[in-house]
């Protein structure tokens, strides 16, 4: 060791006991001082950031948490930033607070999340980033018939109906319904963006169909698609 009253050790990379010895060399003698322990923390390291779903659907929010934390003094603080698609900067989650959990608002853009995370020492360290991919909003174009007209004759079925669906979580699952005259709706078709009608009208007849998102993110019905059917040809007597 270095001999005087004061003694700096440098970059500490582990705890170390200290203490000093003071020799007498006139009388021969040596005494120690009371060792003192200086603890050297651990590296601090953010944790793990993880989002409970990382798939969405528009405008709904998300539970965050950052897990795993360690090093430094115990004692953490967390900053929780995200950076929305098409931003180059990253910016204070909007009401955040320094906890290792976050609620998003509702989000209806894909958003990165990251958290920095502080601790005694001025030590911080940041996690990973977390991507929370938001769909796009979920609808539904209008029913189209293949034929050019939304008219048939009497005692045929008309041609091929079709929907196309975009936006929330594919697949999609479809239910057609038919309402023939004044009766009441009735499940028909397959599980399919498309719908051939099997059965022959006699009466004028409604068409729709209900398409459903996965993962939850939503249901629309279709406005209905009228067919109309020519009456009857009544041979002349």
Request: proline share 6%; hydrophobic share 25%; with cysteine.
């Amino acid at each position: 060791g270095l001999s005087g009253t004061s003694y700096s050790p440098g970059i500490l990379n582990a705890t170390r006991l200290f203490r000093v010895k003071t020799h007498n060399a006139r009388c021969a003698t040596t005494v120690y001082s009371n060792p003192i322990q200086v603890t050297v923390y651990a590296p601090l390291l953010a944790g793990t950031l993880s989002p409970s779903a990382p798939l969405i659907c528009f405008n709904a929010s998300q539970a965050l948490s950052i897990a795993g934390t360690s090093g430094g003094d115990a004692t953490y603080s967390y900053t929780w930033e995200h950076k929305p698609t098409g931003s180059s900067t990253w910016t204070t989650a909007p009401s955040s607070s320094s906890s290792s959990s976050y609620s998003t608002p509702a989000l209806t853009t894909t958003t990165a999340y990251r958290v920095r995370v502080n601790s005694g020492c001025n030590l911080e360290d940041t996690s990973n980033v977390a991507i929370v991919d938001v769909a796009q909003p979920f609808q539904i174009n209008p029913i189209t018939l293949s034929s050019s007209s939304d008219s048939v004759c009497y005692n045929t079925t008309p041609s091929n109906f079709s929907v196309t669906a975009s936006g929330g979580r594919s697949p999609y699952s479809y239910q057609w319904e038919r309402k023939i005259g004044s009766g009441s709706w009735q499940n028909v078709g397959t599980n399919s963006s498309n719908y051939q009608e099997s059965t022959s009208q006699t009466q004028n007849t409604q068409y729709r169909v209900t398409v459903s998102s996965s993962a939850g993110c939503g249901s629309i019905t279709s406005a209905a698609y009228n067919v109309y059917v020519f009456g009857s040809v009544t041979p002349p007597t």
